[in-house]
């Protein structure tokens, strides 16, 4: 088929392209993680973003550099969409000195400062004042950016996420709070844990615009979220935005996922992949070809494989490390250890 010079909400075909990439990178990234906890390289919990990719590419395209990205444990994805390096990223996994907390975090603590990663926060919902936090710092600063906040459906029951809309709404402040519905909180189904069927009366409760979204078209979750970037960023306050998506492997690694059917996973693996819907999609309006998707995949491929190897050749981090980078003053730290020495 030829190609044309098509476009979807706007994307130059590159671009497109390129969102196809960074899809294929999180699936292949986080099988090689899952690869590699198996093989006993990761340790701890970990947990895998399979299934959700559309939601985080199709969101945080819309970013800029400066604006900021905070998440739950699966953020993975998140830290990578933000510009952290996949070896960086699995450095962190394997606990090795070249992660981007020194080793000291591991899956669920990705940080930079410098490219506005504000983690990885294993506390459910822990991540949403602090989104509001960050987002009432730039305003009060006078500075342009934006806070993107994505967390569970699972979080959306805990006091700090209507302490946080609220505040962010009365103040409104520039931020963008992305619930990854992704039916399952733990083995907790959405409809045995919400009273209400949709996130819209808690966006209309605090007075904030919602929307629900297929998480599964990356380039519906990318219109929905470049209309809430672009009201955050024009001082018209935040956005909740609900993402219905599905994760396809179980909570963490060590989940046997016993509380769904093997049934509905392969219904949503099989027909609501969401690489394999934008494929279609690209492919029926004459955008790209399978020939583009096989070596975008092939590259994503040699990214986790390469992002694997550098964390197994990589150091420990040294001993002293673990006094550094604590929050408890270190010269004090230092002379206990050096008395009981
Ligand atoms: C405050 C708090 N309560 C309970 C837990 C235990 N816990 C860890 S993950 C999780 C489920 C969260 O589900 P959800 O927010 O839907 O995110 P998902 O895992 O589906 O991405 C729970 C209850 C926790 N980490 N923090
Ligand atoms: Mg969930």
């Known amino acids: 088929m030829a190609i044309s010079n098509a476009t979807l909400a706007g994307l130059t075909r590159t671009q497109l392209l390129e969102m196809h990439y960074m899809m294929s990178l999180l699936r292949r990234f986080e099988e090689k993680s899952a690869e590699e906890y198996t093989r006993g390289k990761i340790g701890g919990f970990m947990h895998l973003y399979i299934g959700q990719e559309a939601v985080g590419v199709g969101s945080i395209t819309n970013l800029l550099p400066e604006d900021r990205v905070l998440s739950s444990y699966r953020e993975h994805g998140h830290a990578i969409l933000?510009?952290?390096?996949?070896?960086?990223?699995?450095?962190?996994?394997?606990?090795?000195?070249?992660?981007?907390?020194?080793?000291?975090?591991?899956?669920?603590?990705?940080?930079?400062?410098?490219?506005?990663?504000?983690?990885?926060?294993?506390?459910?919902?822990?991540?949403?004042?602090?989104?509001?936090?960050?987002?009432?710092?730039?305003?009060?600063?006078?500075?342009?950016?934006?806070?993107?906040?994505f967390f569970g459906d699972g979080a959306v029951d805990e006091g700090a996420f209507h302490e946080s809309l609220n505040l962010a709404s009365l103040w409104k402040l520039p931020v963008v709070y992305m619930c990854e519905n992704n039916q399952y909180s733990m083995g907790m189904a959405v409809a045995k844990a919400w009273a209400v069927d949709s996130l819209m009366p808690r966006a209309a409760a605090y007075n904030m615009p919602g929307e629900q979204v297929d998480g599964m078209d990356v380039i519906a979750v990318y219109e929905a979220a470049l209309r809430a970037v672009e009201r955050a960023r024009n001082g018209e306050g935040p956005t909740l935005l609900e993402i219905k998506t599905y994760r396809f492997r179980g909570h963490s690694m060590t989940d046997p996922a016993y509380y769904r059917t093997r049934e509905e996973e392969h219904e949503w693996r099989n027909t609501r992949d969401p690489i394999g819907i934008f494929e279609k999609r690209l492919q029926?309006?004459?955008?790209?070809?399978?020939?583009?998707?096989?070596?975008?995949?092939?590259?994503?491929?040699?990214?986790?494989?390469?992002?694997?190897?550098?964390?197994?050749?990589?150091?420990?981090?040294?001993p002293a490390e673990l006094f550094t980078g604590v929050m408890v003053d270190n010269s004090t730290a230092l002379s206990f250890r050096r008395e009981r020495e």
């Not at 394997?94 to 907390?101: M, V």
């Not at 790209?288 to 190897?309: G, I």
Request: aromatic share 6%.
């Open 284 to 318: 029926e309006q004459g955008i790209a070809t399978q020939a583009e998707f096989d070596q975008n995949d092939a590259r994503a491929t040699q990214v986790a494989e390469d992002a694997a190897d550098f964390a197994e050749n990589s150091p420990d981090p040294a």
């Open 82 to 149: 933000k510009g952290m390096e996949p070896r960086v990223v699995m450095a962190e996994l394997f606990g090795k000195s070249t992660g981007c907390s020194k080793g000291k975090g591991g899956s669920m603590h990705m940080w930079s400062n410098e490219l506005g990663v504000y983690g990885g926060n294993g506390i459910v919902a822990a991540q949403l004042p602090m989104a509001a936090g960050l987002a009432f710092a730039a305003q009060y600063q006078g500075l342009n950016n934006v806070t993107m906040c």
